[in-house]
């Protein structure tokens, strides 16, 4: 099925410890995102990819860095992980950009990460 | 990007419509209410979108006011399964789209 994968689907570091999630899309989507959500909270945006080769920061980039070297492929690395960033990653990804507003976005099922 | 305020927490009865507002007082021209929600820390689903006119689907009503400062979702017939997290969110029309940020929503809790 057409859609957003994530992996991996869950993962334990120790603190430290680097990492990278990806996010893969088969729809030919322009735009991408990646979000945290700690227990409780809504979605809060890290960074987001207007189209390949291109980033940007959202509300809560630090500690995280992204590329988008493939259109369909967006990673979210973490050099140096802490426990602050224990969450669940969401995925997502959309065309964008449609004069009537049809921009859907398509979430991943989530990357649950636990750093120790 | 346009904020939303939407309330913490709501109830509604098995079987009975279930309204939830969001509020948007600065709100764009060129700016889509857009409603998600996220059932069981599962991936956010789409639910409805609309400029300014009220819209339908087969999972739910989207009410605007005329002045657009205001929305509400309506679902007509809520279950148990509609117990989720609904978000409501400002998606720009056309070049100016890219950063996308959700609130906090509202947890809808639907009982028997």
């Known amino acids: 099925n057409a859609g957003v994968t994530q992996t991996p689907k869950f993962r334990v570091l120790k603190t430290g410890q680097s990492m990278t999630l990806l996010c893969a899309q088969d729809?030919?989507?322009?735009?991408m995102y990646w979000y945290r959500q700690d227990p409780g909270m809504g979605l809060r945006l890290i960074h987001y990819?207007?189209?390949?080769?291109?980033?940007a920061k959202g509300e809560v980039p630090d500690g995280y860095n992204v590329s988008r070297l493939k259109k369909q492929n967006f990673l979210l690395g973490l050099e140096s992980a802490a426990p602050s960033q224990t969450s669940v990653y969401f995925c997502?990804?959309?065309?964008?950009?449609?004069?009537?507003?049809?921009?859907?976005?398509?979430f991943g099922a989530g990357s649950r990460l636990t750093v120790l | 990007d346009a904020k939303t305020t939407q309330p913490p927490s709501m109830d509604c009865a098995e079987g009975r419509a279930a309204n939830l507002p969001c509020n948007h007082s600065?709100?764009?021209?060129?700016?889509?209410v857009y409603w998600y929600r996220q059932i069981h820390s599962q991936g956010p689903q789409y639910i409805i979108h609309?400029?300014?006119n009220n819209e339908t689907n087969e999972m739910a009503s989207l009410i605007i006011t005329e002045d657009r400062k205001s929305s509400t979702l309506i679902l007509p017939h809520a279950t148990l399964r509609d117990t989720a997290v609904y978000y409501c969110?400002?998606?720009?029309?056309?070049?100016?789209?890219?950063?996308?940020?959700f609130g906090q929503g509202t947890i809808l809790t639907v009982h028997p």
């Open positions: 990819s207007v189209g390949e080769g291109t980033t």
């Open positions: 969110i400002m998606v720009p029309g056309g070049t100016s789209y890219g950063k996308l940020t």
């Open positions: 609309g400029l300014k």
């Open positions: 729809m030919n989507h322009e735009y």
């Open positions: 600065t709100i764009s021209g060129n700016e889509y």
């Open positions: 997502a990804s959309t065309r964008g950009g449609s004069p009537s507003g049809a921009n859907v976005l398509t």
